[in-house]
């Protein structure tokens, strides 16, 4: 972490705190949009009938790609913006009114992000591989 502006040489100035601040809370809103992937992919699979029609799996196996590609993507923005929000957390974030138990209370919210996401993950690998065999199913002639 660094305390204030300029010690990574970064043209401070309003556009780029503005920019900053932006990428800080794009990593919220990319959570938000992973966790609704994550339960808008679990509706539609607690949903998913027991005898589905070729119909219906093409459309699931079309539903699972979309759904995956958003859930990928907001995870790497959520990486790749956590680096700027750390690195500027003391410019941006810190509040003397909390001092340093913030810090506890970052790592702590992050330990419960990592589980969460560590279980979706496993979940969607588990997923993605019933997926795959409905594919091959739906490629080989009947
Ligand atoms: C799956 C990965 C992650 C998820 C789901 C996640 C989620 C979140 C959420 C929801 C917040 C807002 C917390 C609040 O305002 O109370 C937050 C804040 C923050 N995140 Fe992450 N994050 C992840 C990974 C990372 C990584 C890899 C970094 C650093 C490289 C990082 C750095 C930060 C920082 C510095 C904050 C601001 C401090 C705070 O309010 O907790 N995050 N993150």
Known sequence: MTGGNGNLYLPMGPATNILLMT????HDIATAL????GIAMLMLWKSYPAT???ATERYFISAYRGITR????SLYWILLAGVPRIVFYMDYEW??????HQIIAVIIKHILMFLLVGTGVYSWMK????VKALHEKQQTPA
């Open 23 to 26: 990428i800080n809370y794009s």
């Open 34 to 37: 992973l966790a609704v992937s």
């Open 52 to 54: 589905a029609d070729a």
């Open 70 to 73: 958003v859930a990928k993507d």
């Open 95 to 100: 509040s003397d009114l909390a001092g340093d």
């Open 127 to 130: 997923l993605s591989r019933r």
